[in-house]
């Protein structure tokens, strides 16, 4: 529902009764500045919230596992207000521990002080941030010379020359195109590697962090493989920089966990991993290495809201009590088979079904057919959205159920056959 953004779709009961709380209404009418001034209760709700382990237990077909809120590995947070500033503050982040290690240990320099405050180098050094064609990560300066989905986001907009490497364009059915999909892999990974030689010797700009989504959302819901996300680690260890994941969208319960990552069984947790959207707030999980040594390098005088937590807390809690994350898998199981049976009825107008729990899309036959399906589902009371250039992405609520399903599945029926 609206951009990934509702977890527990409208008016929920338990949302309405944390804002009816007189001790949640006093802590919305008096928002702190984070920065400075947070409450003393600031650092416990962080660690009872956003640093909560294990706090729900699921079973997939009597298959029970542990799900914690914080990601495995990742033991620290920084809180901001959305996606776009997560991202951008993530960058810095990820610019200051590069250039801490290249400093080993010692003060700054006189010059490097004085040459910052003029945006010239040594103070202010070239590095650059690896993204991939096709990606989103917001719409600040910084962030926009990651995204590269729309031309409209970017237009008149002054760029970062940074390495833009490719992320890999699969082929539909995925059991039935395993060796092309695995060259695939191959081949944007070396192109991966390809760049980073580039910009630290050709360049002079040597990359300092690499970001991408564990599915490209606003690029097209395009998917990659485990098998490349462990390996494009590698590839990023080996030129000692930072992985960020940005989970903005994928994150908060819609792909069936918490967080998408965690399907790829990568070798050790991401350096850091963004957040907003579903989580109602934005922010970064990070590794001990990135936390900076000093203090007002990240910052500002937000620095997140404890408004937004009150939700959170509240979302979490009734992801346990109505074992959301298990509902998640099981409907888009029961989404995807139908899905996919369709397509095979109407394989003249959509094709390559794919998802992670109900994080689902499929492409169409052309950008007018997916626009004309978009229109149509509306006037049937549905809310679908565009994404890349003729995919149609479903966004529903942690909430959304098999009922649910069956009345997208028969209007969307009904659309086709027309």
Known sequence: MQISSMPLGYNHPAMLEALADPVNQRIIANRPALGVFPGKDWPNRLRDVLLKKEFYLGAIEKNYYFEQLVPPGLSHITTMMCGSCSNENAFKNIFIWYAEKQRQGKPFTKEEIESCMMNQIPGSPRYSIMSFKGSFHGRTLGCLSTTHSKYIHKMDIPAFDWPIASFPEYKYPLEENVREN?????????????????????????????????????????????????????????????????????????????????????????????????????????????????????????????????????????????????????????????????????????????????????????????????????????????????????????????????????????????
Not at 196 to 214: D, L, S
Not at 401 to 409: G, K, P, R
């Open 182 to 418: 695995k060259q695939e892999d191959k081949r944007c990974l070396a192109e991966v590697e390809e760049l980073f030689e580039k910009y630290k010797n050709e360049k002079k700009v040597p990359v300092a962090g690499v970001i991408i989504e564990p599915i490209q959302a606003e690029g097209g819901d395009n998917h990659a493989s485990p098998e490349f996300f462990q390996e494009l680690q590698r590839v990023t260890r080996k030129y000692g920089a930072a992985l960020l994941i940005d989970e903005v969208q994928t994150g908060g319960g819609p792909t069936g966990k918490m967080w998408c990552h965690e399907y790829f069984n990568l070798d050790t947790p991401p350096d850091v991993m963004t957040f907003s959207k579903k989580m109602q707030l934005g922010g970064y999980y990070h590794s001990e290495d990135l936390k900076p040594k000093l203090s007002y390098r990240v910052f500002n005088t937000w620095m997140g809201d404890p408004s937004k937590v009150i939700l959170l807390e509240t979302i979490i809690n009734t992801i346990k009590k109505e074992n959301l994350l298990d509902r998640v898998t099981c409907v888009g199981n029961y989404l995807l088979k139908h899905l996919m049976d369709m397509q095979k009825e109407h394989s003249n107008v959509i094709s390559a079904v794919r998802g992670r729990g109900t994080f689902i899309a499929f492409n169409c036959s052309s950008p007018e057919a997916r626009d004309s399906i978009i229109k149509k589902l509306a006037t049937k009371g549905i809310q679908t959205g565009g994404c890349g250039s003729q995919a149609v992405r479903l966004r529903p609520a942690l909430t959304f159920t098999e009922h649910h399903a069956d009345i997208f599945l028969d209007a969307l029926r009904s659309v086709l056959k027309k």
